[in-house]
Every structure is written in C-alpha cells, then in structure tokens.
C-alpha cells in the first residue's frame, strides 16, 4: 500500500494544472483567518510506521481507546479530545488502520488547540479505516493542517484518507488554512484528500476553509466537505453557511474530483447532497494561472462523474480580484477540464437543483458541467423542491434538510438540567426520573423528532410525579388524609424568551423548578413568583437557567422579563485566556484591548506567539495614532480597497512610515521582522539618538541602524544576548505589542 501510495504522489504532481503563486491572509482579529503553527499533537505516538496495530495493549490489555478493540463488532472508542488527537498521532506515525473501525460517543470540542490532522500525503501517512461519528460533532478546531516533506499542505479534521471511510460525523465552527510550501494545498471540512473513499451522512457548517501555494506549477483545492477527491462516494453531505476560498479551485462540496490516479474503475458519485448558505470564491496572481469556483464542484477532471438528487441554494459563487488567465465560476461546477478533440470531462446530473444563487456573470460556466434545474425562492420554502428531490430531504424552512440529519436535542437537554437541579435523595421514586434519562436514543434523525420530543416529555412527567420523602415517621391511626397540592402558573407566552415550571402542582413546602431560557442575544432581566396574596417567594439562582422556590401554601404565580445582552464590559486581566500576568507583554496587551489597537484573534485569544504582519503592525500603529482618516488610497496593487488595513497602509505611507516592498506592492502578509517593527516605530515618533546602538549584527550603515539606536535608548527594544539585535528575525504579535506600548510611554 505505502508503494502505491508514493506513486499516488508523483502521478498526483504530474497530473494536477500547472498554477502559479499568491497570498491572500488576513488576521482575524480584522475578521479573517491567520497563519498558525501545527502543534505536534499531546503525546508521543503509541505505533510507529513499523507497528502492527492490535485489539489491546500488549503490556496490560487495555483498549488503546477509551473502549473497544478496533473490529466491526467491537470498534474503538473516541471519548475524548486525547482519543481524537492519539488517533491522529499514530496515523501520522504510519499506522493506516486499514480494515478497523472506529466510532464517537460524544461531541467533541477542540477550542484552544492547534489541530494536526489525522493523515497526510506524504509516504504512507494516511487513515484506511472506518470511522463513525454516531451523528456527534467536532467543533471549534483551528488548524494549518500538516506539510510534507515536498511542500504539500493537507488540512482536515482527516488530513488523507485512502480506501477509508467516514460516516455520521459533523463539523462545526473549524477554522482550516493549508498553505503549501512549495506544494500543493488541500482543504475541506472533512477531509484534505480522499482516494477511492466514502463519505456518508456528514456535514461541515458554519466554517472558514482556505488554501493558498507558493508555487504556479502547483494547486490549490477546497471544498466545504474535501478538498480534492479521486474516485469518491458522497451520500447525504450538507454544506451549510461555509466560506471556501481557493487559490486555484473552490467547491461548495469537493474542491477538485480528479480519476487519473485511482485503482478504481466507475466515476465519482454524489447522492442526497447540498450546499446551502455558502460563499465561494476563487483567486490567483498570476498571468498563468486558473481561478474556478463551482456552487457544488469546483473543477471536474474525471469523466462523467454523477450528481442525483442534489442541490446549490443561496450560494454565491466569485472571482476575487485576480490576474489569472482562465476564470470560471458556476452554479453547479466551476469547470470540466477540456483537451479537445481527445478528452473532455462530462458531468451528469439527474435530479438536481439550485435556487437563490449568484455566479460572476463574466466568468459564467461554458456549459458542460452537467445540467440543473432553476427554483425559486418560494418553491424552496414552501416544499416544492422538497417534493422533486424526494423522501431524502424534508422541508427544513428555508430550504430542504437530509432526513437523515440529526434531530433536535435541546427540549432533552434542558429537561435533563432540571433534573440535575433536583436533589432526588428527598424524593421516594426519584429512580423513575433517572430511568427516563437514561432511556434518551441520541442516534435518531430529524425524522424521529416526535420521538426525541417524547423523551423530552417522558423527563419531565417523571420529574412532575416525584412525590417528597416524609419528614417524620408515620404516626399510626389509620385513615389518613391526603395532602392539598397548589397550582404554580406562568404566562401562555413571553416576549424574547420561554418560562416553565415544574411540576406545575406542587405541595406546601416541596422545592419548584423555574426554567427561564432566553432567546438567543437575550437574557434574563428580572423573574419573579408571588404567592396568592401577592407576596414574593425567595427563588434561588442554580446558575444553570433554573431557579427553585419552596411551595407555600398558596397557588404561585411566575413571571419573567427579558432584555436584549448587553455588551460584555472589557475586563483585559481575563479578556485573552493565553495572556497571563507572568508575560512581560502582559501590559502592553492590557494597553492595546483598552484602546482598541488589536481585539485579539477571536475565541478569547490574543495569539501573542504568532508571527505579525506587515498589514498588522501598520494598522496597530494606525490604531494607536486614532484611526486618522488617510487622503487618498495607497494605489499598491495587493492593498485592496476593501482590504482591513487598506486605510492604514495609505495613511502610513502618507506618513512616511512605510514604503512598499516594490513601486506597485506592499506585500502585507509578509512576516515583519525585528528591523521593520523599530524601524517603523522611530519613523512614526522617534528622533534621532547620538550613539549607536552597540549591536555586532547591526552595521552603521543599515537602514535601520538609527531606529535600533533609538529603540534602545528609550527602552522600546533590546537585543537577545550576546551583543546581537537579531533584525532579520520574526516578529511575533506579543513583541509588536510590547514595542509599541514602550514607544507609547516615551511618547
């Protein structure tokens, strides 16, 4: 396999369009994604490339996994972010998994860490196994995926899968940028790359995808679910509400679908798929390039690959601002590659669908990318295309959803907190509540929704006949009376939010459960229970959304008030969770959050250790100076006017801090050095000191000779030790900060 794998990779260089370079990064603290470093994962590997992977561990027979063996009968457990990241850590050691399986018993969320896909491209790194997520989720994962040893940037919750599977996973919130250095780059949610491989039942929602490479000779593919796919099988895939971008091509579904290097006879398939709410785009800088971007498939390099039962709904589909010399965007594919008279790739469509999209009318589609059929708006919403496209989908509102799509929990979740609130040691058939939760199946579909919401029902009538253990033993006497239970009402309906209680008839002193659940960007103002003679009831705030009363003898009434969130006060000693007080940029971020200089990379993170850019360090600078409205545009042909930093670059330049890279370019994804960094700080306030700075790596004559002069005679920077400045080396955002916070106190 690993033979055939390597020459997977030398056809694959053959085979793909020889495309040029661009760049094209934005930091997220601006609203975009940023270069990041993958992290080497927690742990060393348990299998190396040599391994043979068995059912235990040899030394004390336990599961690799938090359960099972790996065989169809008994499949490993995925528990834990630690099971997920081991499973990548051994198939980037060479273990392929091939003919085991795998499933996830939980969702997953991986904020705060650097993901490092399971499988890449080179050798015989790839995952050859099943794997099935039982319709739990993996979210918030951010990732730069993984480079080879040839430059090939491969980025996906799986990096490569060969002659592999993944079912019933879903993805949600990833941030995934591959960025090939010197090779090509491959990005989807799913996956970067699949060979002869099945994806079934998946989806990727509410995520960023991007890839770029540095070289014309190479590509780069991104699409929603894999970026680029040879001889794959795709039943009910959903991309919804993505943003795809592409140096070379973008796909709502697969970026590229290529058959010249698979074992495997018959074309690519695609049933029950859609894209929906998503924004796809395709750029490159050069002459010899290609920019494709197709609603559903990017580029179709296979002959005759099917879509049936599909569609593309309130997509647009772009161009960015590029200079390449072949441009194609549509609905359904971008483009089929064509090589006339001898070869012309064809799609097939049966079934199929689109409605409330957009397509750069300048690069339209040449029409052999198979054929759909135009909907509207209103047949859409109102069943229409649902009714076409069969029992696969249901009416989901706006559009139509997979019928096998997971079902709603949150009536389930919300009535198991109310539970939780419970002391059930006071109740004497608290067992039936605790039956009732542990009888929740969550493996059922949006079309079983009526079970689900049983269960839900079955929670609560169960947590509604609890009846109270007694305070004091029986008193003898026969022919006791039974005791009274009050009414607890709330309103039929509440503005911005819902109110229930429970149980809903209640004895005097038994505990009541109110739950008050918001809308979403609301939240609880005031809640409030009166007894009958309109005296209030002290509630107790259980934290969780549930409040509990003691039930006097009186019927009670509930009532709740919502109001719209407001802004969360910005407290910078915990705005960022990797800023610590210990660091010695500690207060020069405190500084840059209170005055509005950078907020950061977004999830509660300031990323002080990734490298700044150009484009950063001019807009802190032009921040911290007020954000002075600039004369005109800089006229640099990479600043884009719509660009985060376009003002300040023009107004930097105005200002004589910066100059280009070139008469045309600014060049504002690149790296700033030690240099630049103080060198645009002394441009922008310093004055000229009367000594050198002392530094054996910086010569008198440098461009920057006088600016660390200044640096360090105002205590803005220092060197490294032993007599060097390092002016070449990168500057990270955590030093940029410090820098400017410095030049700030002297000012």
């Known amino acids: 396999m690993k033979k055939r794998i390597a020459s997977i990779a030398l056809s694959l260089a053959m085979c793909l369009t020889l495309l040029p370079t661009a760049a094209y990064a934005e930091d997220v603290s601006e609203g975009g994604a940023f270069d990041s470093q993958p992290s080497t994962g927690n742990g060393a590997a348990v299998y190396t490339s040599e391994d043979t992977v068995d059912d235990t561990n040899e030394d004390n027979g336990v599961s690799l996994y938090s359960g099972g063996s790996g065989t169809v009968t008994d499949p490993w457990v995925i528990s834990t972010v630690d099971d997920l990241q081991k499973l990548a850590e051994t198939v980037n050691d060479g273990e392929s998994y091939s003919g085991k399986y795998f499933i996830q018993d939980t969702d997953l969320d991986l904020m705060g ?16 196994g099943h794997y099935d997520g039982k319709n739990h989720s993996i979210s918030n994962a951010t990732s730069t995926g993984k480079v080879d040893e040839d430059g090939q940037a491969t980025v996906g919750i799986f990096g490569c899968i060969i002659e592999g599977s993944v079912s019933n996973l879903h993805v949600k919130n990833v941030d995934f940028f591959a960025n090939g250095e010197g090779g090509y780059s491959l990005a989807g949610g799913i996956a970067g790359i699949t060979f002869d491989s099945d994806i079934t039942n998946c989806s990727v929602e509410n995520s960023s995808l991007k890839g770029e490479k540095t070289l014309v000779a190479n590509n780069a593919c991104v699409g929603g679910i894999t970026g680029y796919s040879v001889h794959g099988i795709f039943q009910n895939c959903a991309s919804v509400n993505n943003k795809i971008i592409s140096q070379t091509y973008a796909g709502g579904i697969v970026g590229e679908i290529d058959d010249s290097i698979s074992n495997n006879e018959g074309a690519s398939a695609f049933t029950n798929c859609y894209v929906a709410e998503g924004n796809i785009s395709a750029f490159a800088d050069d002459v010899q390039d290609y920019s494709i971007a197709g609603g559903f498939i990017g580029r179709v390099t296979e002959d005759n690959p099917t879509l049936e039962n599909c569609y593309v709904y309130d997509t647009s589909t772009s161009i960015a601002d590029t200079k390449a010399s072949f441009k ?6 971008g483009s089929c590659y064509m090589n006339l008279p001898n070869y012309e790739a064809k799609v097939t469509t049966t079934n199929c669908y689109y409605g409330k999209c957009t397509v750069d009318a300048d690069f339209t589609t040449d029409g052999n990318a198979g054929t759909a059929v135009e909907k509207t ?36 979740d919300e009535a198991i907190a109310v539970a939780k609130a419970i002391d059930g040691s006071r109740y004497t058939n608290y067992d039936a509540v605790e039956a009732a ?14 079970d689900v919401d049983k269960m839900a029902k079955d929670i609560r009538d169960a947590i509604d006949a609890l009846v109270k253990k007694s ?46 659940t918001p809308d979403k960007g609301y939240e609880v103002d005031d809640i409030v229970a009166k007894d009958a003679k ?67 990379i977004g999830e509660n993170l300031f990323g002080a250790n990734l490298p700044c850019t150009r484009a950063q360090i001019v807009t802190f600078l032009w921040r ?7 004369k005109g545009m800089s006229g640099f042909v990479d600043v884009s006017a719509d660009a985060y930093y376009a003002k300040a670059v023009a107004w930097a330049v105005e200002e004589g801090i910066v100059s280009g890279t070139s008469a045309t370019t600014f060049n504002p994804d690149a790296v700033c050095t030690r240099a630049q960094s103080v060198a645009f700080l002394y441009r922008a306030f310093g004055e000229k000191v009367n000594k050198a700075a002392g530094f054996s790596d910086v010569s ?44 700030y106190q002297n000012k």
């Open 700 to 743: 008198a004559d440098a461009y920057y000779a006088d600016a660390v002069a200044w640096a360090v005679e105002n205590g803005v920077a220092s060197g490294i030790g032993g007599g060097l400045f390092a002016p070449d080396q990168d500057c990270a955002r955590g030093q940029i900060v410090a820098f400017l916070y410095r030049a």
């Open 534 to 600: 309109g005296n209030k009831l002290t509630l107790k705030d259980n934290g969780d959304g549930t409040y509990t009363f003691t039930m006097p003898a009186s019927k009670v009434t509930v009532t709740v008030a919502f109001a719209e969130k407001k802004a969360e006060p910005i407290v910078p000693e915990k705005l960022f969770a990797d800023v610590s007080a210990e660091e010695y940029y500690y207060e020069a971020v405190k500084w840059a959050s209170e005055n509005g200089v950078t907020g950061g």
């Open 377 to 412: 708006e209103a047949e859409f919403a109102d069943g229409t295309v649902k009714g076409f496209l069969g029992d696969a989908f249901i009416q989901g509102g706006k559009y139509p959803i997979l019928a096998s799509s997971p079902a709603d929990y949150t009536k389930v």
């Open 624 to 630: 911290a100076a007020g954000s002075p409205e600039p």
């Open 437 to 450: 939760i542990n009888a929740v199946d969550r493996n059922k579909s949006v079309l079983e929704q009526a």
């Open 328 to 333: 194609k965007t549509g609905i359904i594919v």
């Open 113 to 128: 860490i650097t993901w490092e896909p399971i499988g890449y491209t080179d050798g015989g790194y790839y995952f050859s």
């Open 471 to 516: 305070n004091s033993s029986s008193s003898g006497g026969g022919g006791g009376s039974s005791t009274p239970r009050y009414a607890v009402t709330v309103p039929d309906k509440t503005e911005n939010g819902s109110l229930s209680v429970t149980p809903k008839n209640a004895k005097k002193g038994s505990d009541v459960t109110v739950t008050a």
